[in-house]
């Protein structure tokens, strides 16, 4: 009998993973798997069982948000192992899923894993830590690991937005420099992402275009600080319409290295990163072996 590790945030997005869990074991039973289930019941729980137990196991699925799939990944990488990795997102945004084609109702998404292929996705790496779609510094930045779980379980997405609102009044310039082989510079930026994703906190699109997620390269985006406030609704609607702006540098690259003034806050896929003054990002191709749905629309690098 094949043996899978299922490991699950029951606190994620609104919780709904609890409702869930006698269909998503049933869809799992139909393959002749032996199943250990194991509930997260702290921060890097995830992390912890995965390096521990996973390299016993055939199969690990994790279902939660992108902080409790990031923490799943992480634990293979500090393992120094790789399986094939299901996942059934449970977030409030689940930004990574959808990029991924992967379904959003969890039974689905469950079926999915037993029938799916292994698609060998990149991982990002910020300096000694993994991430698995998004590493970015700047505005905005601490709403997606500052916004309260219990708010979270209430609203779900709507939770992040009222907390973006917020935060609007506080928007600070960052001074850097970066370095890449493909584009370098200085200057004063509000908000920097380094993806591998489609969309980031739930905006489709906002990392630019033709994104692959197993090309070895990211998508960068830095928002400069303008000149004059009068140019904050433009570069709104460049982000929402995907048009150009003088303000929004967008290159790709599989390596970054960037130097601030003083120790700036990250965000790794939604939780919190870490004080950083320099900061080093590297693509780790095709290094996540997670199973997609049959799934025609998903592009592959050469
Ligand atoms: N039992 C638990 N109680 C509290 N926190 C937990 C528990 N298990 C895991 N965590 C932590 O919860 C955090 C958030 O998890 P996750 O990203 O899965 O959900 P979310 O934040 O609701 O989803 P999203 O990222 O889509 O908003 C992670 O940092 C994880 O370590």
Redesign the pocket.
Same mark, same amino acid.
């Given at each position: 009998m094949k043996r899978m590790l299922f490991i699950y @945030? %029951?606190?994620?997005?609104k919780g709904v993973v609890r409702d869930q869990l006698s269909y998503i074991l049933e869809e799992f039973s139909r393959d002749d798997y032996e199943i250990v289930v194991h509930p +997260?019941? !702290? %921060? #890097? =729980?995830?992390t912890r069982i995965t390096q521990e137990f996973g390299d016993a196991f055939d199969l690990i699925v994790c279902s939660?948000? =992108? $902080? +409790?799939l990031d !923490?799943v990944v992480t634990g293979m990488q500090t393992g120094r192992f790789t399986r094939p990795l299901g996942y059934i997102p449970a977030?409030? +945004? @689940?930004d990574y899923a959808q990029s991924l084609g992967i379904p959003k109702q969890m039974r689905k998404a469950a079926r999915s894993i037993m029938n799916g292929t292994v698609y060998q996705c990149d991982l990002g790496r910020l300096d000694d830590s993994y991430f698995v779609y998004v590493a970015a510094f700047g505005a905005f930045v601490e709403v997606s690991y500052d916004t309260p779980?219990d708010m #979270?379980n209430l609203l779900g997405h709507a939770a992040y937005v009222i907390r973006g609102m917020q935060s609007l009044n506080n928007l600070k310039a960052y001074h850097l420099r970066y370095e890449s082989r493909e584009m370098s510079g200085e200057g004063d930026f509000l908000l920097g992402m380094i993806t591998n994703s489609d969309s980031v906190g739930g905006f489709k699109g906002i990392t630019g275009r033709d994104v692959t997620l197993n090309d070895g390269v990211f998508e960068v985006v830095l928002f400069h600080s303008p000149a004059l406030a009068v140019e904050y609704p433009a570069m709104i609607n460049s982000v929402l319409n995907k048009t150009p702006n003088k303000n929004i540098t967008y290159f790709k690259t599989s390596k970054l290295e960037i130097w601030f003034d003083e120790p700036v806050s990250w965000t790794r896929d $939604? !939780?919190f990163g870490g004080k950083r003054k320099h900061a080093v990002i590297e693509n780790i191709p095709r290094a996540i072996p997670i199973i997609v749905p049959g799934n025609d629309d998903l592009k592959t690098a050469e």
């Open positions: @945030n %029951p606190r994620s997005g +997260t019941i !702290e %921060p #890097k =729980d995830a939660g948000g =992108d $902080g +409790t !923490e977030g409030s +945004t @689940n779980q #979270k $939604g !939780e």
